[in-house]
């Protein structure tokens, strides 16, 4: 008995004096005193050896020695938790923190912006179509029926799970499902990717951007056509920008025409980017083709219209002085993280 009251003292003096500052250290004295192993429990073990009539006594000491010691262990615990509080209010909150890296425009975006934008403040709304397109929407509707050699102006990519199904070969699909839905006038520019089964090289790839434009209403004539043009290569490219139409051919416009603009990089005397001409082209356009109106329920006796496509590598290609149309999809961040600024 006498051995086992001074056992506990001993501990109980070692156990004041201990102290723990983080939640590992409150572990190993959880182990070493409660645990199945520890030393209460050894000292519980003694009690076999307690003479019969200390038993009693020896029973109650031990008792309050394991509450003592269960109490010392939440005591720990809890200035443990604590410290450990405290410790992170000492995180100091005036040190400047980590930049991180602010992400970019693609300058293909950048230049749709900027075209489309163009366009809005004179009215336009956007509308965006599918990528996957029938031959309907991509070239029959566009008075191209099945082999019609103009078929071949666009190398296509066909979807080999159904015959009938396209990679749109250009923005044009959209005006179809535009007029599709018969509500008249429609004035809209829309933008959106696609595909021809081209080589890829440095000036040509098999995927690309476009915006295409239309405006159907009663009385639309070529001079609207010009006069929207004008517009909006004068506030793309400048008011100094000498403007010209060419005639040309589209089975989707009749009339059609090209219209280039004087070589913003020469101003029109000659350089590599204008192949010496001082001119470069940057759009098709015409009025739309009365079989197309009619393709889409639109009585072409009451409404006439003006479309017109413009591709937008090329010019963000001139504007920012790329030399290589395949940087744009390679996404390496070095060439991406150049163009921050809006234009
Ligand atoms: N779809 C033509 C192309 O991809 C561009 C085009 C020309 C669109 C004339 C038009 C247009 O709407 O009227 O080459």
Same mark, same amino acid.
């Given at each position: 008995?006498?051995?086992?009251? %001074?056992?506990? *003292?001993?501990?109980?003096?070692?156990?004041?004096?201990?102290?723990?500052?983080?939640?590992?250290? /409150?572990? *190993?004295?959880? #182990?070493?005193?409660?645990?199945?192993?520890? =030393?209460?429990?050894? #000292? !519980?073990?003694? !009690?076999?050896? /307690?003479?019969?009539?200390?038993?009693k006594e020896a029973g109650q000491l031990l008792?309050?020695?394991? /509450? &003592?010691?269960?109490?010392? @262990?939440?005591?720990?615990?809890?200035?443990?938790?604590?410290?450990?509080?405290?410790?992170?209010?000492?995180?100091?909150?005036?040190?400047?923190?980590?930049?991180?890296? =602010?992400?970019?425009?693609?300058?293909?975006?950048?230049?749709?912006? %900027?075209?489309?934008? =163009?366009?809005?403040?004179?009215?336009?709304?956007?509308?965006?179509?599918?990528?996957?397109?029938?031959?309907?929407?991509?070239?029959?509707?566009?008075?191209?029926?099945?082999?019609?050699?103009?078929?071949?102006?666009?190398?296509?990519? @066909?979807?080999?799970?159904?015959?009938?199904?396209?990679? %749109?070969?250009?923005?044009?699909?959209?005006?179809? %499902?535009?007029?599709?839905?018969?509500?008249?006038? =429609?004035? !809209?520019?829309?933008?959106?990717?696609?595909?021809?089964?081209?080589?890829?090289?440095?000036?040509?790839?098999?995927?690309?951007?476009?915006?295409?434009?239309?405006? #159907?209403?009663?009385?639309?004539?070529?001079?609207?056509?010009?006069?929207?043009? @004008?517009?909006?290569?004068?506030?793309?490219?400048?008011?100094?920008?000498?403007?010209? +139409?060419?005639?040309?051919?589209?089975? +989707?416009? $009749?009339?059609?025409?090209?219209?280039? /603009?004087?070589?913003? #990089?020469?101003?029109?005397?000659?350089?590599?980017?204008?192949?010496?001409?001082?001119?470069?082209?940057?759009?098709?356009?015409?009025?739309?083709?009365?079989?197309?109106?009619?393709?889409?329920?639109?009585?072409?006796?009451?409404?006439?219209?003006?479309?017109?496509?413009?591709?937008?590598?090329?010019?963000?290609?001139?504007? @920012? $002085?790329?030399?290589?149309?395949?940087?744009?999809?390679?996404? *390496?961040?070095? &060439?991406?993280?150049?163009?921050?600024?809006?234009?």
């Amino acid at each position: 008995m006498e051995q086992l009251l %001074r056992q506990i *003292d001993d501990h109980k003096k070692e156990i004041s004096s201990f102290n723990a500052t983080d939640e590992k250290q /409150v572990e *190993d004295f959880r #182990i070493k005193y409660l645990g199945s192993k520890g =030393i209460v429990k050894a #000292i !519980m073990g003694e !009690m076999k050896n /307690v003479a019969t009539e200390n038993k009693k006594e020896a029973g109650q000491l031990l008792n309050e020695f394991k /509450v &003592f010691v269960e109490g010392k @262990y939440n005591e720990l615990k809890e200035s443990a938790v604590g410290s450990q509080e405290s410790s992170a209010s000492t995180i100091d909150l005036s040190l400047p923190g980590d930049n991180l890296p =602010i992400g970019s425009r693609h300058p293909v975006v950048l230049m749709r912006n %900027r075209i489309v934008s =163009i366009f809005q403040r004179l009215g336009f709304a956007v509308a965006e179509g599918p990528e996957i397109e029938d031959d309907w929407h991509n070239f029959g509707a566009l008075n191209l029926p099945e082999h019609h050699p103009a078929r071949d102006m666009q190398d296509t990519f @066909y979807v080999q799970q159904n015959p009938d199904w396209v990679l %749109r070969t250009h923005t044009s699909n959209v005006q179809i %499902r535009e007029m599709e839905k018969g509500k008249l006038p =429609i004035r !809209m520019v829309m933008p959106g990717r696609v595909y021809r089964n081209e080589t890829v090289s440095a000036r040509s790839h098999c995927f690309f951007h476009q915006v295409e434009g239309l405006y #159907i209403d009663e009385n639309v004539s070529f001079a609207d056509l010009k006069q929207t043009l @004008y517009f909006f290569v004068k506030e793309m490219y400048g008011k100094d920008v000498k403007v010209r +139409f060419r005639p040309s051919y589209f089975p +989707f416009t $009749e009339p059609s025409a090209e219209m280039d /603009v004087s070589c913003f #990089i020469c101003g029109g005397s000659g350089c590599n980017i204008c192949k010496k001409t001082g001119w470069v082209e940057i759009l098709g356009c015409g009025m739309v083709h009365p079989n197309v109106l009619t393709n889409c329920n639109i009585d072409p006796a009451k409404y006439t219209g003006f479309a017109f496509g413009m591709g937008i590598e090329r010019p963000a290609m001139l504007k @920012y $002085e790329i030399n290589d149309i395949r940087l744009f999809s390679e996404n *390496d961040v070095r &060439f991406l993280k150049q163009f921050t600024s809006a234009i």
